[in-house]
């Protein structure tokens, strides 16, 4: 099978994906690395380039394929939800058990949650023949996701303990929240928009 160029850079996502995770599991608070936060930062931002790169073309070139509706979904949920698992994890916990990263496991539990029962609405609805595409919820929440991990690996490496504004220090826990919020309010809005589907099969 043939895969054509936006598949290719949608696989190359995953690649990057992985190797990012390799990365940014390595990374410790207790003794802090910033290049190597940076260099995560870095692949993450290409791999978010990406993700609009490929739909980009696709709609383009009329290249849109069954393989990518599948693939590319799949890819943005392993690179985002992958980033959050990390920043929640104990590398980004010090030895008084303050979270660097102002993500709570729940929070990520709410996350990987709502894409679990969004996939699992968009294949119920698809499968008898109703569009179910992202809207702008969907949208905004995707966005606030990568702009909350991004800025928190330039926050941990830079920014904490820095003595800058006051400002900076509401930013992080600020966008973690707003992205929390956004999920939430997202997986309600699809479930709404499913809610006569399954009226109609029960």
């Known amino acids: 099978m043939k895969i054509n160029l936006p598949n ?35 692949i993450f931002i290409v791999a978010a380039i990406t993700d609009w790169l490929d739909g980009y073309l696709a709609r383009r070139n009329n290249q849109v394929t069954t393989l990518g509706r599948i ?16 920043l929640a994890g104990p ?16 929070m990520v539990v709410v996350m990987i949650g709502r894409e679990l029962l969004i996939s ?6 698809e499968a008898r023949g109703q569009e179910f595409g992202a809207d702008v919820f969907g949208k905004a929440k995707t966005v606030v996701q990568l702009l909350t991990a991004g800025w928190i690996m330039l926050d941990v490496a830079h920014l904490m303990g820095s003595g800058g504004p006051a400002l900076l220090a509401w930013i992080k826990p600020g966008l ?12 309600v ?9 399954l009226k109609e099969s029960s």
């Open 176 to 187: 973690v929240w707003l992205a929390v919020v956004l999920t939430t309010l997202s997986g």
């Open 91 to 106: 590398g980004f916990v010090d030895a008084a058990g303050v979270s660097y990263s102002a993500v709570e496991p729940w």
């Open 189 to 197: 809005n699809y479930v709404i928009k499913a809610s006569h589907l």
């Open 8 to 42: 290719q850079i949608t696989l190359c996502r995953l690649v990057l994906a992985v190797i990012f995770f390799a990365l940014l599991s390595r990374f410790q608070v207790r003794a802090p690395q910033p290049l190597l936060l940076d260099l995560c930062l870095g």
């Open 120 to 125: 699992s609405l968009r294949s119920f609805a």
């Open 71 to 86: 693939l590319d979904p799949f890819v943005d949920k392993v690179l985002v939800g992958g980033a959050f698992i990390i």
